[in-house]
């Protein structure tokens, strides 16, 4: 069974292939089932991007970006597995 992987657009109400197949690829006539998967733009992903930190003040984007690329711990589940909760972190405060 071929199964293939492509982008299109959808117009007037029928999926519309970005590039041609050759005629090998589906023999016409074909049925075949579609899995529609919206393709995000790199304007909406960008958009997304710049909007992590909204509403954050300056010291929170700091001490966020800090913990980002502290890497000492990014492997060291134990506590988290143990206490459930993430040592070192604002996100979830520990107790220990």
């Keep these: ?8 657009i959808f117009e007037q109400g029928a999926f519309r292939p970005l590039k041609p197949f050759s005629e090998s690829s ?7 089932r ?6 995000e733009l790199p304007n909406e992903v960008l958009q997304l991007a710049t909007s992590v ?3 954050l003040s ?3 984007i700091t001490e966020i970006e800090k ?3 502290n890497r000492e711990h990014f492997f060291d589940l134990g506590d988290v597995l143990s206490v459930g909760c993430v040592p070192r972190t604002i996100l979830t405060p520990c107790h220990l």
């Design 58 to 60: 300056e010291q929170e």
């Design 1 to 8: 069974m071929l199964t293939l992987t492509f982008d299109a």
């Design 53 to 55: 930190y909204a509403g």
């Design 34 to 39: 579609l899995r529609v998967e919206p393709v």
């Design 67 to 69: 913990i980002i690329l």
């Design 26 to 32: 589906i023999p016409e006539g074909q049925t075949v």
